[in-house]
């Protein structure tokens, strides 16, 4: 097969709307092939170029093709890349990767997105690939390697904190404008930057697991209630273990470094006690406070909001209730409300999350 069919069986002249989408504008088939023959007549022949307005389109030796060290992605699976490697062989390459020209070469490229499927090419030992070259300015490599990056689920929580921080620190951004930039909300921003605050073997070991049960594994919401363990390495390290050991949640665990922090001088007997008794160590103290101070924000508020204010006041109330005291009939009047405030609650907080997220 010669340079030409080869190049065409990657990436064939039907699938190239794909990237003419990219600018707007759709060619056909004729006009394709004429810009094809005219690039091949004059372009080296390691190289097939062609221009569709603003995307320069070039299937380039794989040889000439280095990632970028400062890649978000860090670590690739061998058994996903044997995958890839696997449907490249049967199908070919049908989506090209994004590269700019090396700095300080003139026959090197590094690679903008596409790391991932560069890697399996190799592997299954394709020659050259399909390229999209652009010039970009440093904050809008780091943006699109980011985002690639970000909308896979396979990428570790701890390399999605260092690329955050990396861009954030580059582009001298705020948490609000990394947010906006990357379409997450702050909250989640400021929920990965904290990462880097923990002791690198907690934050290596923190899963990324939405929706599902951690099963003893350190998720993203313990992490967010670890990090306020920093100045106790010995207490944190504890409820480390009481995850893995116990398949902690992490509103249990929050519960627990609630504790903990509350009243710090009863660290032994709070990390000693169930779960369910926690709420005995929670009496005292200045609620609304201690709300204030857990908040992760960078403009933190110097008064709690009102409507966690009516949150606040019932606490003492709820706390107040002897239930040693009540009769079998109180007991059932109790459970029944009880429940009632329950779904109340929890239907609230759902859509509290919902708004945060959103």
Not at 160 to 188: F, P
Not at 243 to 264: C, F, H, R, W, Y
Not at 273 to 292: R, V, Y
Not at 346 to 353: D, S
């Amino acid at each position: 097969m010669d340079k030409t069919a080869f190049c065409f069986s990657i990436f064939p002249v039907e699938n190239l709307s794909r990237v003419d989408k990219i600018t707007g504008t759709l060619h056909n088939a004729a006009e394709a092939e004429e810009d094809r023959q005219a690039s091949m007549r004059s372009s080296p022949p390691f190289v097939f170029r062609r221009r569709i307005n603003a995307v320069n389109l070039q299937t380039i030796e794989i040889s000439r093709i280095v990632a970028d060290p400062e890649q978000p992605r860090q670590t690739h699976s061998e058994e996903s890349l044997k995958g890839l490697a696997d449907s490249i062989r049967q199908h070919g390459l049908l989506n090209p990767i994004t590269v700019s020209l090396a700095p300080n070469t003139t026959d090197k490229y590094k690679i903008i997105t596409g790391e991932r499927r560069w890697r399996a090419a190799q592997l299954a030992q394709l020659k050259e690939l399909s390229c999209v070259v652009k010039e970009v300015s440093l904050d809008d490599r780091l943006t699109e390697q980011l985002v690639e990056n970000l909308q896979r689920e396979d990428l570790q929580p701890l390399e999605k904190g260092k690329a955050i921080d990396q861009i954030k620190t580059s582009l001298n951004l705020t948490n609000r404008e990394v947010s906006r930039r990357l379409a997450l909300s702050e909250r989640s921003v400021g929920n990965m930057l904290d990462l880097l605050t923990l002791p690198e073997s907690i934050a290596e070991a923190v899963i990324s697991s939405p929706n599902r049960k951690s099963d003893g594994q350190i998720t993203e919401k313990h992490a967010r209630f670890l990090k306020q363990l920093n100045d106790t390495p010995d207490v944190q390290n504890a409820v480390v273990e009481r995850i893995k050991n116990e398949k902690m949640s992490s509103d249990a665990t929050g519960n627990l470094v609630k504790a903990l922090k509350k009243q710090p001088d009863k660290s032994k007997e709070i990390l000693d006690a169930p779960t369910e008794h926690l709420i005995k160590f929670f009496s005292g103290g200045d609620a609304a406070q201690d709300l204030l101070d857990s908040l992760d924000l960078e403009d933190r508020p110097k008064q709690i909001a009102a409507g966690a204010q009516k949150v606040i006041d019932l606490l003492p109330t709820l706390a107040g209730i002897e239930v040693g005291r009540l009769t079998h009939v109180d007991l059932r009047q109790l459970e029944d409300a009880l429940t009632s405030l329950q779904v109340t609650v929890e239907g609230l907080l759902k859509t509290v999350k919902h708004k945060l997220e959103a």
